[in-house]
T-cell receptor
């Protein structure tokens, strides 16, 4: 595709619900990143994949957050038992390679937990 | 711990003026310093980036100034235009890579006519 595609664009979840956020990276991009952007703040790193391998998950805030990229392309960020503090925009970015490559961001998924 | 501090939080500049945004970092292992531009409802887009082996980089109306000893870097937007109105984020990473970016808190720039 032309860019990084994320779906859904908006998600409203009741507290305690599980949600799954999808990211389609740019075709051929090896590296994929997830970031969380709270309202009025800069993005914060969540996790990083190189192909299907999750090389860094140090930013995941709790064990309720889980990310996967089973075939090295599409990635899913899953949040279990959502809490109000999970409300944020979740951004996905991909780059051709992890080293020195520009990270291209998707438009994000705005998650609101009510 | 906020590793990249950004100021000001918001900025209003007249059309044709110079916009200046400043960032300071703490981790001396950082070696890649990009600036991102974000419009409402969009993801951040890379504007310009610098590595610590140079003190300045210019691309069109955008210039990064880098002071390694002070651990500071800044973005200058010359001849600011209304279309530049957006939120700007500085960021930093280590290992010569764009992975695991640490972002500043953002500066909301408004360019008035």
């Amino acid at each position: 595709g032309a860019g990084v595609s994320q779906s859904p664009r908006y998600k409203v979840a009741k507290r305690g619900q599980d949600v799954a956020l999808r990211c389609d990276p740019i075709s051929g991009h090896v590296s994929l990143f997830w970031y969380q952007q709270a309202l009025g703040q800069g993005p914060e790193f969540l996790t990083y994949f190189q192909n299907e391998a999750q090389l860094d998950k140090s930013g995941l805030p709790s064990d309720r957050f889980f990310a996967e990229r089973p075939e090295g392309s599409v990635s899913t960020l899953k949040i279990q038992r959502t809490q109000q503090e999970d409300s944020a925009v979740y951004l996905c970015a991909s780059s051709l390679a992890g080293t020195g490559g520009e990270a291209f961001f998707g438009q994000g998924t705005r998650l609101t937990v009510v | 711990q906020q590793q990249v501090k950004q100021s000001p939080q918001s900025l209003i500049v007249q059309k044709g003026g110079i916009s200046i945004i400043n960032c300071a970092y703490e981790n001396t292992a950082f070696d890649y310093f990009p600036w991102y531009q974000q419009f409402p409802g969009k993801g951040p887009a890379l504007l310009i980036a610098i590595r610590p082996d140079v003190s300045e980089k210019k691309e069109g109306r955008f210039t990064i100034s880098f002071n390694k000893s002070a651990k500071q870097f800044s973005l200058h937007i010359m001849d600011s235009q209304p279309g530049d109105s957006a939120t700007y984020f500085c960021a930093a990473s280590k290992g010569g890579t764009a992975s695991k970016l640490t972002f500043g808190t953002g500066t909301r720039l408004q360019v008035t006519l």
